[in-house]
Nanobody
Framework: QVQLVESGGGLVQAGGSLRLSCAASGRMLSSDDIGWYRQAPGKQRDLVATISNGGVTNYATSVKGRFTISTDNAKNTVYLQMNNLKPEDTAVYYC??????????WGQGTQVTVSS
């Protein structure tokens, strides 16, 4: 089993910044890629950013240049630094990781609301 606990969401004005954290634990936690996804009301859950074990990052086009994903391997924590936030970034943000059998796990989500 893998447990993921997100934190850091909140309400921010457009142009502001937030940093999300996701603490991963579990003896079956894989060192493979881990990522952030988001889901706005009435929409599907979409990829925001991923980072591989080797540090290779991948971003959605809409967040490139504004968001940065990083990890602290010693703490099994992944971060999402979000700058220049826009109202369209409003969503519930979820962390996703895998176990050694390549089964995916989701965190409980953290709400990000950007006011105009």
């Amino acid at each position: 089993q893998v447990q993921l606990v997100e934190s850091g969401g909140g309400l921010v004005q457009a142009g502001g910044s937030l940093r999300l954290s996701c603490a991963a634990s579990g003896r079956m936690l894989s060192s493979d890629d881990i990522g952030w996804y988001r889901q706005a009301p009435g929409k599907q859950r979409d990829l925001v950013a991923t980072i591989s074990n080797g540090g290779v990052t991948n971003y959605a086009t809409s967040v490139k240049g504004r968001f940065t994903i990083s990890t602290d391997n010693a703490k099994n924590t992944v971060y999402l630094q979000m700058n220049n936030l826009k109202p369209e970034d409003t969503a519930v943000y979820y962390c996703r990781a895998y176990d050694i059998l390549r089964r995916g796990y989701w965190g409980q989500g953290t709400q990000v609301t950007v006011s105009s």
